[in-house]
């Protein structure tokens, strides 16, 4: 079946470091990759998506890349804001019953510093 | 607000309560889930509902019991509940299955059930 792995956290980094949150996926096929947010007491919101190999999405500064070669779609961001706090959860889905089930990482949660 | 309200934000019952978490969206979105999520754990999807239709029961035990009367409101039926089930519950909704947008999910907040 389709699996997630992300790092796990709590990663913590100073204002302005650069970011990665590492994302690997086993899936059949060829997924679509999101990354989704969830800020202290909110639910899960879209942060950014890519549908086919090579793509790379992007958001608020934050990247993504699909690799298929490396079943990866590693997080990245240039310079992380202290707004940046939260959980960050890697997710994928395919065609499987009409493309709506998506499968989850565990999140990983990111603290930034003043 | 996200536009999917949960309902409510926070719950505690003993095992032997009934009670009810509630899911309304204003999107226009047809599709419509129920995850649960605990500490260091993946997202669990539990139940999909397609135009009010159950397409998806992941192996959840009856003691929980969703309901969707219409394409804009949800809901989890909870009976005699143990300990484990402690965990945030949270709804989403989307375009239907096979239409494009399917797979971005808009999600509430999510109720935290504490069960005694």
């Known amino acids: 079946g389709n699996s997630v792995t992300q790092m796990e956290g709590p990663v913590t980094l100073s204002e302005e470091a650069f970011l990665t949150i590492n994302c690997t996926y086993t899936?059949?096929?060829?997924?679509?990759l999101f990354w989704y947010v969830q800020y202290p007491g909110e639910g899960l919101q879209l942060l950014l998506k890519?549908?086919?190999?090579?793509d790379k999405g992007s958001n608020k500064g934050f990247e993504a890349t699909y690799r298929k070669e490396t079943t990866s779609f590693h997080l990245e961001k240039g310079s992380v804001q202290v707004s940046d706090s939260a959980v960050y959860f890697c997710a994928l889905s395919d065609l499987t019953g009409g493309g709506n089930k998506l499968t989850f990482g565990t999140g990983t949660q990111l603290k930034v510093e003043l | 607000e996200t536009g999917v309200t949960q309902t409510p934000r926070h719950l505690v019952m003993g095992m032997t309560n009934k009670k009810s978490l509630k899911c309304e969206q204003h999107?226009?979105?047809?599709?419509m889930y129920w995850y649960k999520q605990s500490a260091k754990k993946p997202l669990e999807l539990m139940f999909v509902y397609n135009f009010k239709e159950q397409t998806e029961n992941n192996s959840v035990p009856s003691r929980f019991s969703p309901e969707c009367p219409n394409s804009s409101h949800l809901f989890l039926h909870l009976h005699t509940l143990q300990p484990e089930d402690s965990a945030l519950y949270l709804c989403?909704?989307?375009?239907?299955?096979?239409?494009?947008?399917?797979?971005?999910?808009?999600f509430g907040a999510g109720s935290r059930l504490t069960v005694l």
């Open positions: 899936a059949t096929g060829y997924p679509s």
């Open positions: 890519a549908t086919k190999a090579d």
């Open positions: 999107l226009g979105h047809n599709a």
């Open positions: 989403a909704s989307s375009q239907s299955s096979g239409a494009s947008g399917a797979n971005v999910l808009t």
